[in-house]
């Protein structure tokens, strides 16, 4: 079975259609990866700059409150600064935020919290819409993964068969032993190995880039990618 899998990825390194189909794919997912890493970095970027603000704020807020007596005026100030000034809760993003970072900046994931009623609050008026309807801008990398990747796997695999009858390979091959499916099933790993490979490559990258980014989440996410190239 050593030597099945050697002659199928010999042949498969030398058709130039399956070169072409992984430079193509792997430049898509180049882009992808650079435009996914990039934006969890700005996020992150732009989340720690905000924290730093509100503990400014807070530090701020604290040494007012320790200059004025005891009494209504520091109660009145603790509740100016809880209704107004105090930092909203935001649900802290994980180490593959690179995969996805426009959905998660598209689906808000900060909450203003007060000590106020939301229907008696001064909030902006914001119209209900569906925010997953909104402009989606380039795709995320995940998004590129879930839609290439099968297609890939169909274009390099299609006709391979039909490749082997037209070359009138297949009946020598056929008759040399009964396994024949284990032939197909040497050149399907081949492909789908080269094309999970591809795909592997861009979203270390895109976690390189992602300062957040964890080898947990890596790890999971080959997982997935391998469960998702395998079925």
């Given amino acids: 079975m050593k030597l099945v899998f050697l002659a199928e990825f010999r042949r498969f390194v030398r058709d130039r259609t399956n070169f072409g189909l992984l430079t193509g794919l792997g430049c898509v997912l180049l882009v992808s990866a650079v435009s996914s890493g990039l934006a969890a970095r700005a996020w992150r970027a732009g989340h720690d700059t905000a924290q730093a603000e509100?503990?400014?704020?807070?530090?701020?807020?604290?040494?007012?409150?320790?200059?004025?007596?005891a009494g209504e005026r520091t109660m009145m100030a603790?509740?100016?600064?809880?209704?107004?000034?105090?930092?909203?809760?935001?649900?802290?993003?994980?180490?593959?935020?690179?995969?996805?970072?426009?959905?998660?900046?598209?689906?808000?994931?900060?909450?203003?919290?007060?000590?106020?009623?939301r229907h008696t609050d001064h909030r902006r008026g914001e119209s209900i819409a569906n925010p997953l309807l909104g402009g989606l801008g380039v795709p995320d990398l995940a998004a590129t993964l879930a839609l290439l990747v099968p297609l890939a796997i169909l274009g390099a695999c299609a006709g391979l068969l039909q490749q082997l009858r037209e070359a009138g390979l297949w009946r020598m091959v056929a008759a040399q032993g009964p396994r024949t499916g284990g032939v197909l099933a040497a050149a399907l790993a081949v492909r789908g190995g080269a094309i999970f490979g591809v795909a592997m490559a861009a979203s270390a990258f895109a976690f390189a880039l992602d300062p957040g980014a964890t080898l947990t989440a890596l790890g999971a996410w080959t997982l997935v990618m391998l469960a998702y190239c395998t079925l």
Avoid: C, H, I, Y
Wanted: proline share 12%; charged share 20%; glycine share 6%.
């Fill in 54 to 69: 509100w503990n400014t704020r807070k530090t701020q807020t604290e040494a007012l409150a320790r200059k004025m007596p």
């Fill in 78 to 117: 603790t509740f100016r600064f809880a209704r107004s000034a105090s930092p909203p809760a935001v649900l802290p993003p994980l180490g593959g935020l690179a995969l996805a970072p426009g959905a998660f900046a598209l689906l808000a994931p900060d909450a203003r919290v007060t000590v106020e009623s």
